[in-house]
C-alpha cells in the first residue's frame, strides 16, 4: 500500500479541511523531527504530514533536521514524499505567485547533515541521484496545474541555498549561469535523504520572489507574504487534486 506524505514548507504549516487522526510524538536515531507527524484523513484518503519548519514555523532552514524529518516518516509508514517549498524565481518569466515542478537541482548548502552515511557502522551509500525528483509524482503535479488552469513551469533546476539571508545579486547571476531557474533553502538535503531512504520524492514549488537582482531592488519580507498568499491557495487546490486520485 502506498502512503503519501506531505512536507509543508514556509505557509503550509497546515492542511485545509482535514480530519486530524493522530499526532505522532516520534524520536529517530537523529533526533527529533520539526514537529509531530500527523496522520491526516483528507477527503477520505489517509496521509502524513510534516511542518517542515515546526508549528509554529520557527526553525530556519539551515537548523533543519532533514534527517529526523525524514526517519521519522518513513517510521509512520510514508512511502512516498510531496515536499511544498516556497522559492525565488531565477527564470525571468518567472511571476511572483506562480508554481514550478523542478525536475533537476544543484547544491550550493554547506555544513548540514546530510546522509545516513555517516558512520563507521552505517553502509556506504552511494546511490544513484541522476534524477533527483520522482517522474510521477512530478507528472500529477503538472497534470493537476494544467487541467486548473494554474500558472505552472513543468521543470526546472532548484539551486539548494544555505539561508537565511537571500543571495547576493552576484550569486544569483552565478546560479544562472549553471542552469538554475529557481532557488530556495530547504530542498538539500531533504532530496538526497529521501533518495537514501528510497522514497520517491517531488517537489512542489511557489516563487514568492524573484531572485535578488531580477526584480524589484530590494527584497521585502511583505511582498514575500503577499505572494505566498496566492501560491500558497493555489498549491492546496493542486494537492487537493492529486490526493483525491492517489
Ligand atoms: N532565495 C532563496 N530562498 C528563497 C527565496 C530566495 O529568493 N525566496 C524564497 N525562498
Known amino acids: ?83 511544498v517549498a516556497a522559492v525565488g524565481g531565477i527564470d525571468t518569466r518567472m511571476a511572483p505567485g506562480d508554481l514550478a515542478v523542478p525536475d533537476q537541482l544543484i547544491d550550493y548548502t554547506w555544513g548540514r547533515e546530510h546522509t545516513y552515511a555517516d558512520s563507521a557502522d552505517a553502509p556506504l551509500l552511494h546511490v544513484d541521484f541522476t534524477a533527483p525528483y520522482d517522474r510521477a509524482w512530478r507528472e500529477r503535479l503538472c497534470a493537476a496545474a494544467r487541467e486548473l488552469a494554474l500558472p505552472c513551469f513543468e521543470s526546472g533546476t532548484y539551486g539548494a541555498a544555505q539561508g537565511p539571508r537571500l543571495e547576493t545579486s552576484a550569486e544569483i547571476a552565478r546560479m544562472a549561469r549553471d542552469g538554475c531557474t529557481l532557488v530556495g533553502m530547504t530542498g538539500m538535503p531533504e532530496a538526497g535523504l529521501a533518495r537514501e531512504l528510497e522514497l520517491p520524492y517531488a517537489c512542489l514549488a511557489v516563487v514568492v520572489n524573484l531572485a535578488a537582482g531580477l526584480g524589484p531592488e530590494i527584497i521585502t519580507m511583505d511582498d514575500i507574504h503577499q505572494a505566498l498568499e496566492l501560491g500558497m491557495g493555489r498549491v492546496k487546490a493542486v494537492l487537493e487534486r492529486v490526493v483525491g486520485e492517489v
Not at 486530524?20 to 502524513?48: C, F, H, I, K, N
Open 1 to 83: 500500500m502506498t502512503r503519501l506524505a506531505i512536507i509543508g514548507g514556509t505557509g503550509l504549516c497546515e492542511l485545509p479541511r482535514v480530519a486530524l487522526l493522530e499526532s505522532l510524538e516520534l524520536d529517530t536515531p537523529y533526533g527529533v523531527p520539526s514537529a509531530p507527524v500527523q496522520r491526516l484523513d483528507w477527503q477520505g484518503r489517509e496521509l502524513l504530514f510534516l511542518a517542515r519548519h515546526g508549528q509554529p514555523h520557527r526553525i530556519p532552514p539551515h537548523k533543519i533536521n532533514y534527517r529526523a524529518n525524514l526517519w521519522a516518516l518513513r517510521e509512520a509508514g510514508a512511502t512516498e514524499v510531496l515536499a
